[in-house]
C-alpha cells in the first residue's frame, strides 16, 4: 500500500497519537523460525559451523534476542534500540532518496522536520531499521573476512565463528522484523488518518498477526517448503536490494487490515491469510539467507586495511 504525498503528512499527522514504541515484530516462534529456516537453506559453499546443527540452535535462539533487550527494566537499553526495529516509510520518504549512512539519514530527517513543523519527524517515531540491517551485515561481512584469515593462517577459528553466530542471529531478527508488513508503516497498530474502508482503530491488531496467529495459523512445514524451493541468490547492492524487499513488505500492510476486518485473523483463520502468514514468514527467511549468503561471498574481496 503506498500513499500519496498529502495522504502521508496525514497519517503522519495522526500516529503522533499513537505510543512512543511500536510493538515487536513476529513473537517468538515467527523470529525462531526465520532464523532456522534461512540458515538451513544455505548454499554449500557457507562455512558449515553456520548451517549445522549446532549452529543453527544458536541462530535460531538469538532470533527473538533484541525483544529481550524491550523492558521496563532496563529502560536506557529499551528506549535507545526501539527504532532499530521498524521504519514508517510514509514518514521516512519525505527525506526524499534515503541515504546509506545513518548520521546522514538524521541529517536529512532533521531538515524535513523544519520543512514540516507540523509533524513529528524524530528518529524515534520514524524509525531506523534499513540502517541496524545494513550496519549488522556489514559485522557479519568483516567477521567472515576475519575467518578466512585465519583459516588462512592455520589459526584457531572458535572466537571469530562465536562472533559470526551471533552476527547471523541478531541481523536475523531485523531482517524478520522487515517482512511484518505493519513494522514498514505508520499502520503498525491500528489504522490512522483517512479510514474510508472502516479499519481497526484498535490497537490490538499487531501483536495478534505477529504472534496470536502465528501460534494459531501459521504452517511450519509450508513455511519451509517456501523457502527451499526459492534459489540462494547472491545481492549486487544489499542496501538497495534491502529497500525494495521494505517497500514490497509495505505494499501488503492494509491486507492485514482487511483480514482482520473480515475476521480471518481469529483462530485458523481462513486459507487465504493463513498462506498470507507464511508467505510473509518465508520472505524474512529467504532474504535472511541471501543476505548471510552474500556477506560471506563479499568477505573474499580485497579491501583497503583501516589505518588509525
Known amino acids: 500500500m503506498r500513499f500519496s504525498a498529502l495522504a502521508r503528512v496525514a497519517s503522519v499527522s495522526a500516529v503522533a497519537l499513537i505510543a512512543a514504541f511500536p510493538a515487536n515484530a513476529w513473537g517468538p516462534d515467527g523470529h525462531e523460525m526465520i532464523n532456522r529456516l534461512a540458515t538451513q537453506n544455505l548454499p554449500a559453499e557457507v562455512p558449515a559451523f553456520v548451517r549445522?546443527?549446532?549452529?543453527?540452535?544458536?541462530?535460531?535462539?538469538?532470533?527473538?534476542?533484541?525483544?529481550?533487550?524491550?523492558n521496563k527494566a532496563e529502560s536506557e537499553l529499551a528506549s535507545t534500540q526501539a527504532a532499530d526495529h521498524f521504519i514508517d516509510l510514509e514518514m521516512?520518504?519525505?527525506?526524499?532518496?534515503?541515504?546509506?549512512?545513518?548520521?546522514?539519514?538524521?541529517?536529512?530527517?532533521?531538515?524535513?522536520?523544519?520543512a514540516h513543523p507540523d509533524l513529528k519527524l524524530t528518529p524515534e517515531k520514524v524509525g531506523l531499521q534499513p540502517w541496524q540491517v545494513e550496519e549488522i551485515w556489514q559485522r557479519l561481512k568483516v567477521d567472515f573476512r576475519e575467518y578466512r584469515a585465519l583459516k588462512a593462517a592455520q589459526k584457531d577459528t572458535t572466537g571469530v565463528e562465536v562472533a559470526i553466530l551471533f552476527d547471523c542471529g541478531w541481523l536475523g531478527h531485523y531482517v524478520g522484523d522487515g517482512s511484518q508488513p505493519l513494522h514498514t508503516s505508520v499502520q503498525y497498530n491500528g489504522w490512522v488518518g483517512a479510514n474510508p474502508n472502516g479499519y481497526t482503530t484498535g490497537h490490538k491488531i499487531h501483536w495478534q498477526f505477529e504472534n496470536d496467529f502465528v501460534i494459531s495459523a501459521a504452517n511450519k512445514d509450508e513455511v519451509a517448503?517456501?523457502?527451499?524451493?526459492?534459489?540462494?541468490?547472491?545481492?549486487?547492492?544489499?542496501?538497495?536490494?534491502?529497500?525494495?524487499?521494505?517497500?514490497?513488505t509495505t505494499t501488503q500492510a492494509e491486507e492485514v487490515y482487511q483480514f482482520e476486518k473480515a475476521g480471518a485473523l481469529t483462530g485458523k483463520g481462513t486459507e487465504a491469510s493463513r498462506a498470507f502468514v507464511d508467505q510473509c514468514l518465508a520472505n524474512g527467511a529467504i532474504e535472511l539467507r541471501d543476505l548471510i549468503y552474500t556477506a560471506w561471498v563479499r568477505s573474499a574481496d580485497p579491501v583497503e586495511e583501516f589505518k588509525g
Do not use: C
Not at 519525505?94 to 522536520?113: E, N, S, Y
Open 92 to 114: 521516512a520518504d519525505l527525506v526524499g532518496p534515503l541515504p546509506r549512512k545513518r548520521f546522514d539519514f538524521l541529517r536529512a530527517l532533521a531538515t524535513a522536520q523544519a
Open 225 to 248: 517448503a517456501l523457502v527451499k524451493a526459492s534459489k540462494p541468490t547472491l545481492v549486487d547492492d544489499e542496501w538497495t536490494q534491502y529497500l525494495n524487499y521494505l517497500r514490497h
Open 52 to 70: 549445522d546443527g549446532s549452529g543453527t540452535k544458536v541462530i535460531e535462539y538469538l532470533g527473538p534476542e533484541p525483544d529481550r533487550w524491550r
